[in-house]
């Protein structure tokens, strides 16, 4: 079966960064169809950034030029490098995977989110 694990969510100050990271089994991250995703409170959920199968990166404007998307393939683990945060940043992040159209944003799996607090 196919289980996402974020991790490397915390608390930072601003202009700090943080490495989150997605460790995948039942999936092949190499694949691609994975992706980054964000919920703040009150908000819907936001599309950080995704890889699709032919490995084109997508990111989203706000984040365009500070975050980064890197998979290590030999450890099958999806990473998210964010630098320079904002407190607009903060939310739980979630790891997505399976390009599916009929699936919730677009992904049939996702991880359980990991907590990213950006203070001023």
């Known amino acids: 079966q196919v289980q996402l694990v974020e991790s490397g969510g915390g608390s930072v100050q601003a202009g700090g960064s943080l490495r989150l990271s997605c460790a995948a089994s039942g999936y092949t991250v190499r694949t691609g169809c994975m992706g980054w995703f964000r919920q703040a409170p009150g908000k819907e959920r936001e599309r950080v950034v995704f890889?699709?199968?032919?490995?084109?990166?997508t990111y989203a404007e706000s984040v365009k030029g500070r975050f980064t998307i890197s998979m290590e393939n030999s450890k099958n683990i999806l990473f998210l490098q964010m630098n320079n945060l904002t407190p607009e940043d903060t939310a739980m992040f979630y790891c997505?995977?399976?390009?599916?159209?009929?699936?919730?944003?677009?992904?049939?799996?996702w991880g359980q989110g990991t907590q990213v607090t950006v203070s001023s």
């Open positions: 890889v699709n199968s032919y490995g084109a990166i």
């Open positions: 997505a995977a399976a390009c599916d159209g009929f699936r919730y944003m677009g992904f049939r799996f």
